[in-house]
């Protein structure tokens, strides 16, 4: 099952290592990893999506909670879940076809970045599946490059996670 | 404004306020600021002879002390081999500051020499580190290190601090406290986890406790032992609780798991409450434990992380165990379990040990049983790892006094340097590290270190020209084809000890060892014994 764990750490260096290295050494799987100051610089803010039972997030939320930087260790209920990623994705685009991309950026709400004569680049955020079928529908055109963040999220309410 | 000193000298100042009288470690160039600064403090520097002993010295100096212990290297090569005591020291949660030289800031990265990026390398198996690369920070981080290092569940903290670092000036204060936001160590236990804890072991018809490492960490045996009488529950110990309570105490069991009692493991696998005291129920403990219906499970530690980790637990209680200990011996009520006791007593009586003769050499048991009955109650003794560990921990019966090992690691060359540190600790008690001759030869430089400093450390080597417990893997498991298990080539150890200047004897048969072991105990110097074991001899007896 996947989970997603939002965690404030104090912004010390190496603190990411500790983390990641925490994961791999046992053997927490990682789908994806988002790191970001927060409001306050001394304080950032990973939002991690990891794959395990409740056994292990258990274990997890434990272990993370051993190391001295970590702050705060929340597993973001799934019905309250506010989760968003973003994606660029360059396509080959003639000028001929810019109208067609117009389109299916218009319909999936995504933001024409970047144009040139031979490609345009749209940007889209939005849950994981919002990002599939942007995917899907740009798969037709050449996908030149793609670059996609790691999910950041947020429970949904009034609600808030902070020091 | 005050005089700007030196990091170095700070560092100094620091360990000096931190109430540090010795310290264990080996000099090289990138911490050379620091030991130039020693050299004005009264702060014994201790010279060991390889880098990991400096921290399995400090290792055994914490555990007899109950405070933070300080051990030194170099960069490079120096820190790295440090890694293995340090790894060593968090698997059993012991309170380590372990400072380490580093190449200049501005070389970093650059693969310069003797440069190794220690605090990566580390990282597994410390509970905090900091590279420091602002000078200024360095009194408020030596200060963090002690505290993260002693309080909560301790564990290693290492300090990896650049030459370039050390030989800058700042303004020193040393803080009196430090606050960590993000680091509470909790120390009382939930009233009302403590109550059901009480309720359950009041319901309990066979309530059993197993006493681990936590016990001696939270300086709390005795209170522990005052619950278990109070309540008359019957007590088993992992490798890392053994010496909790005195060997010959009625309610007291014995060593449980693999390498365990027979009466322990049975009492386990059987009890209908099992009350974990600071253990971690580690795989080579649990070896009979088996999640069963009507079995109850109390955990009490101080870390939580543990509890429900590697069983399930009904009642978990997170604390230090002394806060909670103290917490529920004021609300545990008086009972008897006469049933339970009484037939685990029986099981005890026809445990069977065989302490007589062996084909050639020292019956192992027989031996420990001497020296069990010579000991004075103040001593501690270091085991080292293998089939003599096992021997030691079955068999050897202690009053009082400490038993210290490699528990989670199972480090080979710990019981010489951890008896040093120890003996430092408290030097009126008689010390002495019991090593196969395999681990022996890991370790057997730091007898000139016992020689330089005047250490009066004994050590016993049970000398069985094998590796005898992967000989024993190797005979139960793949089909008797001996391996790599051969000590050939093995000094004659008494000659090497008379090298050093140290004095030993030979025990080849039972009847040599009385004499041989008061010999030992009257010296107020090192000492050796070589003691001729059988090479077929299992480690359970």
Known sequence: MKHTISILVENNAGVLARISGLFARRGYNIHSLAVGVTDNDKISRITIVAEGSDYTLEQIEKQLNKLIDVIKVRSLPVEKLLARELVLVKVCCKPAERSELIDIAEITTAKISDVSTETMTLELSGNQYNIATFEELLKPYKIVEIVRTGTVAMQKGSEGLRI | ???????????????????????????????????????????????????????????????????????????????TNLITAIATAYMDSIPLVVITGQVSTEQIGRDVFQEADITGAAQPFVKHSYLIKNAEQVPEIVKKAFYIAGTGRPGPVLLDIPYDVQLSLIDFEYPENVEISSYKPCFEGNKLQVKRAAEAIKEAKKPLICAGGGLFTANARELAQSIAETANIPVICTMMGISLMPSDHPLFLGMVGMHGKSVSNRAISECDLLILLGARVGDRAATAIKEREDLKVIHIDIDPAEIGKNLPVNVPVVGDLKAVLTQLSEVIEPKQNEKWNEYLCGLKKQEITNNGSSETGVNPAAFLKDLSELLPEKCVVSADVGQNQIWTANNLKLRGGRFITSGGMGTMGYSVPAAIGAKSAVPEAEVIAICGDGSFQMQSMELATMIQHGIAVKIIIMANNRLGMVREVQANNYNNRLTAVFLDGSPDFVKLAVAYGIKGEYVNSISEAKSALENLLKSDKPYVLQVKVDENEKSIL
Request: one cysteine or more; a positive charge; glycine letters at 10%.
């Open chain 2, 1 to 79: 404004m005050s005089q700007k000193i030196t990091v170095a000298q700070a560092l100094v100042k620091c360990l000096e306020a931190e109430g540090i009288s010795m310290i264990f470690g080996y000099p090289g160039a990138a911490i050379c600021p620091f030991y130039d600064s020693l050299a004005d403090s009264k702060i014994k520097h201790i010279l060991v002879r390889h880098e990991a002993n400096a921290g399995h010295a400090a290792n055994g100096f914490a555990r007899l002390s109950g405070k933070p212990a300080v051990c030194v290297a170099t960069s490079g090569p120096g820190a």
